[in-house]
């Protein structure tokens, strides 16, 4: 990443399960002073009052700016608009469907294009199982438009105590992968080196 450009993520929180994992994301970037965009789907307004004891205003609040997501105008939906990339985290079968498949009816969609069309990083925390085989294709069809699938899978060899462990090790992960260190995420070799 050029030492000029902002350090800036679009965090999106579709409505799979999972809403914590996008909110630990939005608390870790802030932490890392990342500056983030976040957009929240409908339905992921519903998962977070569902999983958490967080109000969608709360979330949003954590946030740099935050976008309706029927507002295809916002900055985000632009290329012009620099960003490190975007995290769709977590991001639903339907939310991977509409990147797959070019359709940017809403702004996860069209932010997710731009950042492909653009070359930036584009992370598809795909939360669903099992998966079929549409899923897969849809997943096959996302990669070769430049999208990362990133399923949030847990790593057991840091031996995590608990759920707070296995959440942060994941996204940990997925910052890192948006080429941004983090102290969140351990490692396989820092484990065998002890």
């Not at 731009?114 to 199982?129: F, H, I, M, N, Y």
Request: aromatic share 4%; charged share 15%.
């Amino acid at each position: 990443m050029t030492d000029n450009l902002p350090r800036r993520i679009i965090l999106a929180i579709t409505g799979a399960s999972g809403a914590i994992l996008g909110i630990r994301a939005l608390e870790m970037l802030k932490q890392l002073g990342v500056e983030t965009h976040l957009i929240i789907s409908r339905a992921g307004n519903l998962t977070i009052t569902r999983e958490t004891q967080l109000q969608v205003k709360d979330v949003q609040g954590m946030a740099n700016a935050h976008y309706d997501p029927r507002d295809i105008t916002a900055p985000i939906a632009s290329g012009s608009f620099i960003t490190t990339g975007m995290l769709v985290l977590p991001c639903s079968i339907k939310t991977l469907s509409a990147i797959a498949n070019s359709y940017a009816n809403t702004l996860i969609a069209r932010a997710a294009d731009v950042c492909l069309k653009e070359g930036r990083p584009c992370l598809l925390a795909v939360r669903e199982t099992p998966f079929h085989a549409g899923h897969i294709h849809l997943m096959r069809l996302a990669t070769r438009a430049g999208a990362v699938i990133c399923p949030p899978i847990p790593s057991f060899y840091n031996q995590p105590q608990s759920m707070d462990d296995l959440i942060n090790n994941m996204v940990g992960r997925l910052i890192l992968r948006l080429g941004i260190e983090n102290p969140y995420y351990t490692a396989w070799g820092a484990i065998n080196s002890e």
